[in-house]
T-cell receptor, first 109, second 114 residues
Framework: GQNIDQPTEMTATEGAIVQINCTYQ??????LFWYQQHAGEAPTFLSY??LDGLEEKGRFSSFLSRSKGYSYLLLKELQMKDSASYLC??????????WGAGTKLIIKP | NAGVTQTPKFRILKIGQSMTLQCTQD?????MYWYRQDPGMGLKLIYY???????DKGEVPNGYNVSRSTTEDFPLRLELAAPSQTSVYFC?????????????FGPGTRLTVT
């Protein structure tokens, strides 16, 4: 079967750095997405990786290792507004997104 | 651009009732999707469409129907509502199926079936 695993919840301090991990087992791989979802709102796109390595976009970076079925999202200089759920999703061989359950990130002052 | 809009925002249905969730996008995207999101679980694809007149089943299509008569609209029909259909429903659209093209989501419809 297809499976995406992420930690359920993480806590970090304002101004710090946090890494959210995602491991996956899917039928085929056509890229990995990270989305942010604030409570009660719709998911919004953060990043896309299809090749191994690190993609940096401002305070957010995303890393992919296809051989290990592993990705992480790195958030730097955490702000209170970063409190949200972070969703990992893999595009499978049918070009459908398989979603993880999300990691709820709590930022403390 | 309004992006992806959904109506209604909230709805309570009785078991056995039917309803249509509306979804409209103004980005001229060919690809549209319906997901449901249950607490503690990932988004599940219900149906998707690759263009007007073309729809296909996703992972959890039972109990739902869709149509796509125009590029802009992609309504989701619930027939004979059941408590298992209590969920948050998101409509999304994208420019392409493959590659780095992100999916844009509507604000969601929170449905309770009692």
């Amino acid at each position: 079967g297809q499976n995406i695993d992420q930690p359920t919840e993480m806590t970090a301090t304002e101004g710090a750095i946090v890494q959210i991990n995602c491991t996956y087992q899917t039928s085929g791989f056509n890229g990995l997405f990270w989305y942010q979802q604030h409570a009660g709102e719709a998911p919004t796109f953060l990043s896309y990786n299809v090749l191994d390595g690190l993609e940096e976009k401002g305070r957010f970076s995303s890393f992919l290792s296809r051989s290990k079925g592993y990705s992480y999202l790195l958030l730097k200089e955490l702000q209170m507004k970063d409190s949200a759920s972070y969703l990992c999703a893999v595009m499978d061989s049918n070009y459908q997104l398989i979603w993880g359950a999300g990691t709820k990130l709590i930022i403390k002052p | 651009n309004a992006g992806v809009t959904q109506t209604p925002k909230f709805r309570i249905l009785k078991i056995g009732q039917s309803m249509t969730l509306q979804c409209t996008q103004d980005m001229n995207h060919n690809y549209m999707y319906w997901y449901r999101q249950d607490p503690g679980m990932g988004l599940k694809l219900i149906y998707y469409s690759v263009g007007a007149g073309i729809t296909d089943k996703g992972e959890v299509p039972n109990g739902y129907n869709v149509s796509r008569s125009t590029t802009e609209d992609f309504p989701l029909r619930l027939e004979l509502a059941a408590p298992s259909q209590t969920s948050v429903y998101f409509c999304a659209s994208s420019y392409s199926l493959a590659g780095s093209y992100e999916q844009y989501f509507g604000p969601g419809t929170r449905l309770t079936v009692t």
